[in-house]
């Protein structure tokens, strides 16, 4: 592409308003283009239709389409997707303390406990100490035979 061609096309891009790379000068008449050599040349070439303006490339919607089509599809977090055990350890525990403070806190209520063997007995279930409920109800009452034992001896 010679130098003159060069200024035609900024000249152009200048009186259309667009950018340099939207400028079509048609081939067949080059050699005008080459000729013109003011603004008004170019004009006139313009009014011709040797020069005019190309549409505005859009940009590709493929990247929009994949993310979309993720979309209506769903979020893809199924158990196809997933890795791992079906249940996972922390559920797991999740799901045992939270059965265990039901029962500390039933325990509590109907007086089975006072409050200081409550606090305590929360506090190991928070450490892991008992591996069920039924350990636990065990356990509460292993203390309870070993208190109702302490008071019969120091009575007796």
Known sequence: MSAFIRTVRRLAADLLKVGESRVWIDPDHLDKAEA???REDVRRLIKEGVIRKEPPSTPSRGRWR??????KKGRRRGPGRRKGPRISEKELWIARVRAQRRFLKLAKERGLIDAKTYRRLRSLVK?????SVSQLKEHVKSMASQKL???????G
């Open 66 to 71: 994949v993310r979309h089509e993720q979309r």
């Open 127 to 131: 450490g892991g100490a008992f591996k």
């Open 36 to 38: 013109a050599i003011t």
């Open 149 to 155: 034992e302490g008071q019969g001896g120091a009575s």
